[in-house]
């Protein structure tokens, strides 16, 4: 695993516990010397890690869509911006481009991005490791609804099974690399 796409917030939230977190992230990829590949913002958690990366000279992948770039949200500093036309387009790319996959605190954006990677992956477009970065407690609320969703036999425990829960970046890349995947031939509850 050498590119992990992450998604995070454009925004930093209330707590500086996420801006700390963002930067631990940044170091334990900088210490495996990974990639980042993120949606190409400057601000928010976005702007953090890629700030992190940057600094310590590690490749930045950014993918923004034009209507981001004209509002002045790009990063321009990334080693590689990709301009693209739609978000279809941006999360596609970045689905393609990065070999696991980080979903830290975030808005509504971030969720649909994970949602999107558990999809593709239960699906068997894509083979590769998803990971909630539990910050302070920021998915336990969803961690929760999605056991709740597996009870009630909307989302099968298999599925729930592949996605990696870790408020350590360390536990959470290596959990992350020794990640096999699995397919699942049939999804019907039992």
């Not at 334990?28 to 953090?48: K, T």
Request: net charge negative; proline share 3%; with cysteine.
């Amino acid at each position: 695993m050498k590119k992990v796409t992450v998604y995070c917030g454009s925004n930093k939230g209330r707590n500086p516990i996420y801006v700390t977190a963002a930067q631990a992230l940044a170091t334990e990829m900088i210490r495996r010397d990974m990639a980042l590949v993120y949606g190409a913002g400057n601000v928010g958690l976005m702007g953090v890690i890629a700030d992190k990366m940057l600094e310590a000279g590690k490749d930045v992948y950014g993918i923004i869509p034009q209507k981001l770039v004209d509002i002045e949200v790009a990063h321009i500093g990334c080693t590689e911006l990709t301009v693209v036309e739609t978000m279809r387009d941006r999360k596609w790319l970045m689905a393609e481009r990065g070999d696991g996959f980080v979903a830290m605190p975030g808005g509504i954006g971030t969720f649909e991005e994970l949602f999107e990677i558990m999809t593709l992956n239960q699906l068997g477009y894509i083979r590769k490791p998803l990971a909630l970065y539990n910050v302070n407690g920021y998915y336990d609320k969803l961690i929760d609804f999605l056991k709740f969703s597996c009870e009630e036999g909307f989302l099968h425990q298999a599925q729930l099974d592949l996605l990696i829960i870790s408020t350590d970046p360390v536990e959470l890349l290596d959990k992350m690399a020794a990640f096999q995947p699995k397919f699942i031939e049939k999804w019907e509850v039992k």
